[in-house]
């Protein structure tokens, strides 16, 4: 029996406060029925504001399906979420990496997956730039079920070995502007990155060559073997390379001018001339279509709570990446206002 924090704690407060909590602590335990329990829960259904999702998820193990590698910062993201949702509600949790496609490799497995809640993609918005560019071939807004929304406080950095010659965007802008086509722009083609990329080319009027680098994982080793000359990077998965003077950052990108309090002495992209230069990423929960409304309402609930619990955002804070939890009567608005501005965005740019 799943009960969110925020059902149990509705509940309580309309049937009789500290009894009825321990009531269900008890119930929930496997413990006896305290007398007048099932009463008192019949009697609460007829009140208002007392409804309840009777929702038997999750029933089993629940698959995460993340189209990143291991140790990237969407795993990191998802790893700590699961964690916390396996100590809510007890189920196991099983995180699957399937990167490739800029996410339309794991995107297809839960799309075509059983609509009940135990096969769930783990991505970001990232999705909706593959299907504007024509990376990905199935629109996210009409193939599937969003089920939660989570805005990242974070940025994207613009990175470059540390002995590049390269110490400003301006720098890499020039060099690009000189030689048309010679800078190579690590990027997820027709992805996130390569969405970020072309606005700072359709701004700066520079010409880069963006190439394939996969993954942030696999765009940090390119980088470090010098295989490109700069690529698009999570700050959270860059810093320690900063730190340890494997990389230099150029300037980071976000949803806002400011600097990521990540990288306090980096100046942003934005703030070094490039003002259009702005784009955030929000993180998505999704399921295949036809899933049941009171499935979505308990795991939005669940996958809130878990968000915005202060041990998660500790955690999360110490990859740079804070997290806030849309609830689900807003989530939809506002990933279709994200939608539309990538549709506008890409075409203007040509990526579509």
Not at 302 to 313: C, H, L, M, V, Y
Request: with cysteine; aromatic share 6%; hydrophobic share 40%.
């Amino acid at each position: 029996m799943y009960l969110s924090p925020a059902r149990l704690s509705c509940i309580t407060k309309a049937l009789g406060g500290d009894f009825m909590k321990n009531a269900i602590a008890t119930v929930l335990r496997g413990g006896p029925t305290p007398a007048g329990f099932c009463l008192a829960l019949a009697l609460g259904a007829q009140l208002p504001g007392a409804a309840i999702a009777q929702s038997s998820w999750p029933d089993g193990p629940v698959q995460l399906y993340v189209p990143a590698s291991p140790g990237g910062g969407t795993d990191v993201v998802a790893r700590i979420i699961a964690d916390k949702l396996q100590q809510q509600n007890g189920a196991p949790y099983v995180v699957v990496n399937s990167p490739g496609g800029g996410g339309a490799v794991a995107a297809e497995q839960v799309r075509n997956s059983d609509p009940n809640g135990q096969t769930l993609l783990f991505f970001h918005t990232g999705l909706l730039t593959a299907y504007h560019t024509g990376a990905y071939s199935n629109n996210p807004m009409e193939e599937f079920t969003l089920l939660a929304l989570m805005p990242v406080a974070g940025s994207n950095a613009l990175a470059v070995p540390s002995d590049s010659p390269f110490e400003s965007v301006a720098d890499l802008v020039e060099a690009a502007k000189t030689d048309p086509g010679a800078i190579s722009v690590g990027v997820q083609l027709r992805g996130l990155t390569h969405f970020i990329g072309g606005l700072l080319a359709s701004d700066s009027g520079a010409t880069f060559r963006f190439v394939e680098a996969g993954s942030d994982s696999d765009k940090l080793v390119q980088l470090q073997g010098k295989q490109i000359n700069a690529a698009v990077i999570n700050s959270s998965n860059t810093k320690q390379y900063v730190d340890t003077g494997a990389l230099r950052v150029l300037g980071t990108i976000a949803a806002t001018p400011e600097r990521d309090p990540l990288m306090p002495n980096t100046p942003s992209v934005v703030e070094q001339g490039y003002e259009s230069v702005l784009f955030g990423t929000d993180f998505m929960v999704m399921g295949p279509l036809g899933m049941d409304p009171d499935t979505v309402t308990a795991i939005n609930d669940a996958i809130t709570a878990a968000a915005i619990d202060p041990s998660t955002g500790e955690q999360l804070a110490t990859f740079g990446m804070p997290v806030t939890a849309l609830p689900e009567a807003d989530m939809i608005g506002k990933l279709q206002q994200t939608d539309q501005r990538i549709k506008t965005t890409a075409t203007a740019l040509d990526l579509n």
